[in-house]
């Protein structure tokens, strides 16, 4: 029988999981335009406000006017520019890691890396809330994956003492991109070492937000980054505010990864404007903090403004659940905050569990705190 798209689609729209792209005819800044609106954007990945950032757009233009366009081929053949080292060296630098290899995105990343270093024969222990590319790179990979329950370092520990013999990677969320909460690092780096594993961390909504120096999570909780058993991961698009991803260890897996994953190999390198803002954008936290310092107060303003304190998580992050539980209620508060001037996605299973539907508030450091009273203030009247 062959497949037929819209039989699967009726379906969808009657489980109330239809999904549809939402355009919007702006920059993606704190008020992105949207069907001729203008709305205050609580959904975007883009903390700080980098991605459109005066000093990221020029180095940008400048890497055009100096490099062109498009990078032409995929990293081993003629793709690899001055620009690729370049970040490269930032990147491990910041990430306080021997050196650091970029891939074109987080995405690829995850099912690039996962699968070159566990195969066959070995254990992944993955969080049960890790993210969707995380759950494919351990697919790909051919090892038994052993999922344990949400950042329970004793369920972690009660699998791994069953796993003996084998080669163990242990693979988490930093910050958990659907909840904002964070995971138990030190822990899982001390249960790395007593049972002979790796510890692979994501750290796509980490990086830029967490830690004195905005390095992440890792240094947020003062995790030793050059851990031999540590491999940190982390995107560029989100808080850095332009496009790729990296993963930082030491130099042998840095070598290791450039000679097999695949997900590295066979794909043109990226382009010189993206590299150029990434650079930008690093070379810019790394001196200022002041972006962050902002984020962090709208954090606060937000969760000391609303009233409702159980609807909210017990920890700060610029990643705010509310909870609403289904699919079909919580597409109608996103569409009444909608109509009231506000973007406010609603996520629904499968990206988060069956009776978890909820709402993702993304607090940025560009927001006015104006801005984010009367999105309180829609919200109260809405949940
Ligand atoms: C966004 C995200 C990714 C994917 O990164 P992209 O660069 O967008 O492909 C990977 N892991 C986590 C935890 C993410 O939130």
Known sequence: MTIKPENKISELKNLKLYRFLKTIDSAQDVV???????LVNFSSNN??????HPQLKQASKEAVEKYGTGSGASRLITGSMSLHDELEKAIAQFKGC???LIFNSG???NIGVIPTIAGAGDFIFSDELNHASLIDGCKLSKATTQVY???DVAHLEELLKKSSGTNRLIITDSVFSMDGDIAPLPKLLELAEKYDALLYIDEAHGTGVFGKKGCGVAEH???NLAHPRLIQMGTLGKALGSFGAYVGGSSALIDYLINKSRAFIYTTALPPAVLAASLAAIQLISKDTSLKEKLWQNISHFHSQFKAKDRLPAFLSPIIPIIIGESGRTME???GLFERGFWVQGIRPPTVAEGTAR??????????????????GALEKLI
Not at 47 to 52: E, M, N, S, T
Request: net charge positive; proline share 0%.
């Open 47 to 52: 903390y700080l406000g980098l991605a459109i």
């Open 107 to 109: 995405y690829h990343a």
């Open 149 to 151: 329950r949400h950042n």
């Open 359 to 376: 709402l993702r508030i993304t607090i940025m450091a560009t927001h006015t705190t104006d801005q984010i009273d009367k999105l309180i």
């Open 221 to 223: 909780l003062s995790v």
């Open 333 to 335: 508060i996103s569409q």
């Open 98 to 100: 021997e050196r650091a």
């Open 32 to 38: 992105v335009r949207f069907e001729g609106k203008n």
